[in-house]
């Protein structure tokens, strides 16, 4: 993720690529040769890193699940109790995945059912519980919300920070001030509609 210092892996370059590949030109659409060239090895080459590109969709999809949830419960642990700073701090954190990975979003959208059965149901796992460390959050916030309410306005905010494929490049990796543009209105966004949760009832 874009908090990540250090050089990557020549296993973390090859999947950043054929992340980038199979969202711009889908799954099917890609040859190992295509990925290998990206990196700069041959396609045979990437077999001494993956059994192929199921293994490579796998170990995406599966992967950032894992790293969303594990960065959540990071931020849930360093947490002094405070429900406000806590769900800010998930939103900012959820921004940043957006705005970095927005291929990754397009990749779980288009190919989440071609892969194998178990590492679906993993992935929707993962899913769920990221979800509840959110719906956790947002209750303890604002306590007059019941869990099924809590449930849909963090389905709806996540839908809304997700959106980022569908925006220019420029305002989620090119341009930097454009970026932070993006970045300001998403969360700006995000705390509204969580915000609304504490108004009262409509007439």
Do not use: C
Request: no cysteine; glycine share 10%; aromatic share 4%.
């Amino acid at each position: 993720m874009s908090t990540r210092t250090d050089a990557p892996t020549r296993r973390e370059q090859i999947l950043r690529e054929a992340a980038r590949l199979f969202a711009e030109r889908g799954f099917h659409g890609v040859g190992v040769d295509e990925i290998g060239a990206a990196v700069g090895i041959s396609g045979p080459g990437l077999y001494r890193h993956f059994a192929g590109k199921d293994a490579m969709l796998a170990e995406l999809l599966v992967g950032i699940s894992e790293r969303l949830l594990d960065g959540g419960r990071r931020r849930v642990a360093e947490s002094d109790g405070d429900p406000e700073a806590l769900l800010a701090a998930l939103i900012d954190g959820h921004i940043d995945f957006a705005l970095h990975d927005r291929s990754l979003i397009t990749l779980h959208d288009r190919e989440l059912d071609r892969l194998r059965d178990s590492d679906r149901k993993l992935v929707r796992q993962l899913q769920r519980q990221y979800v509840e460390l959110w719906v956790a959050v947002v209750r303890a916030l604002y306590p007059g919300q019941t869990e099924t309410q809590a449930r849909a306005a963090v389905h709806a905010v996540l839908g809304l920070l997700n959106s980022t494929p569908h925006l220019g490049s420029a305002s989620t990796a090119g341009d930097p001030a454009s970026r932070q543009v993006t970045e300001v209105l998403l969360r700006r966004l995000a705390h509204g509609a969580f915000g609304s949760l504490g108004d009262p009832p409509a007439e």
